[in-house]
């Protein structure tokens, strides 16, 4: 990294933005602000607290659908990914074992209820493959590493067992006193029933989708299940998949005021290449559907920290451990096409492009970004 480097520090605790020069001294990098007392940033070069993706799939050689995580973590801007759901109390410990240490992206997992995890995408379809017991154990067992509890509630996943897996899943996260994440999708079962057993600090993911039985009205506004489920605290996560995120949707949703808790990807093997790409490209979508920058930086790391229960992650004082450098940029992604999951395609003015991270270990250039290096 160049020395003295000026950039543009977004704070998402105190919601402020302002110039700051990156300082490497003998123990890390730092930021100085006092040159730039009262200054307006000018600069199209940023620095925030380390991005998180709250939703992605990466226990990579183990599930038909998971990535390694350093493709979608720090090669990508992104410091810490969670996967969500892709082992079960059958496979945690291989994933805590042969995946974890071989990265150098921090990694974090939503325990699937199943326990076998995504081996096979019908995996809640037979009672057979859920043990309640042995669940709660590696909960106890693997946590901080398991964060919380995944469970599928849509209707090609569930089959005949309608909302039992989330009861149960709700039974494991209520003995354990961890947060749940419920995918939600096509009915059944109908998205009444789903909501109505979350409580506060529940998140269901793929909050935007655009299938029959979608939580929200033509005109954006939420059915009154959603309502009074945000009501609760229950969190929205935008997860979005390759068949979970609708641009029409998302931006009526927004424009009334109903913003997502956390920006993640749910990125997998078959949408790694499109439409999701990683979570610089999901974030830049939400730009367009009308959120703030600053929103889009709180929901990629103050948000998810919190339901992570990782203190102190957006503090930019002192040496900084973790950051992400990112630009503003007016010039497309090359052979990036931007398209929600239903094939809608958009041209877009402006795209959040990460440029470089800073770990504990130093500075390191995304791949192909040399603007500050």
């Known amino acids: 990294m160049n020395e003295g480097l000026t950039v543009n520090v977004i704070d998402p605790i105190s919601r402020t933005c302002k110039p700051g020069h990156i300082e490497k001294t003998s123990r890390g990098y730092r930021i100085d602000y006092s040159t730039y007392q009262d200054a307006v940033p000018q600069s199209d070069l940023y620095l925030s607290p380390g991005w998180i993706d709250l939703h992605t799939h990466v226990f990579d050689g183990f599930t038909s659908l998971s ?3 350093d493709d979608v973590g720090l090669d990508t801007g992104v410091h810490l990914v969670v996967d969500a759901g ?91 006193g961890l947060p749940l994440m419920v995918h939600i999708g096509e009915a059944p079962p109908v998205i009444e029933d789903v909501l109505e057993l979350l409580d506060e600090g529940d998140v269901i993911t793929h ?35 390759a068949a979970s995120f609708n641009f029409d949707v998302c931006r009526k949703a927004i424009h009334n005021g109903y913003f997502p808790f956390s920006i993640s990807t749910d990125v997998h093997i078959r949408n790694i290449q499109g439409p999701v790409y990683d979570l610089a490209t999901t974030m830049t979508k939400t730009l367009h559907c009308g959120l703030s920058l600053m929103d889009i930086i709180a929901s990629v790391t103050l948000a998810p920290s919190e339901v ?15 950051a992400t450098l990112f630009r503003i940029s007016h010039d497309p992604v090359r052979n990036r096409e931007i398209k929600d999951s239903n094939g809608k395609t958009i041209q877009l003015d402006r795209h959040i492009v990460p ?12 791949v192909g970004e040399k603007s500050i290096v």
């Open 67 to 69: 990535v390694p995580p």
């Open 308 to 322: 992570l229960g990782i203190k102190n992650w957006c503090r930019l004082d002192g040496i900084i451990t973790n």
């Open 207 to 241: 909050c935007y989708h655009g299938k029959i039985g979608t939580p929200w009205k033509s005109n954006g506004l939420p059915v009154m299940a959603l309502e009074k489920a945000l009501a609760r605290g229950v969190k929205m996560d935008i997860g979005h998949g």
């Open 86 to 176: 892709s082992a079960g109390e059958a496979t945690i410990a291989g994933f805590k074992k042969y995946i974890v240490p071989n990265y150098e992206t921090q990694i974090r997992a939503w325990l699937n209820i199943s326990s076998i995890g995504l081996v096979h995408l019908q995996e809640v379809s037979n009672l057979n493959l859920i043990n309640i017991e042995r669940t709660v154990q590696a909960v106890l067992e693997y946590r901080p590493f398991i964060c919380g509890i995944k469970v599928r509630s849509s209707g090609a996943i569930v089959g005949e067992m309608g909302t039992q897996p989330l009861k149960l899943a709700k039974l494991v996260a209520r003995e354990t």
């Open 355 to 366: 440029t470089g991270v800073i770990t504990a270990k130093g500075f390191k250039s995304i």
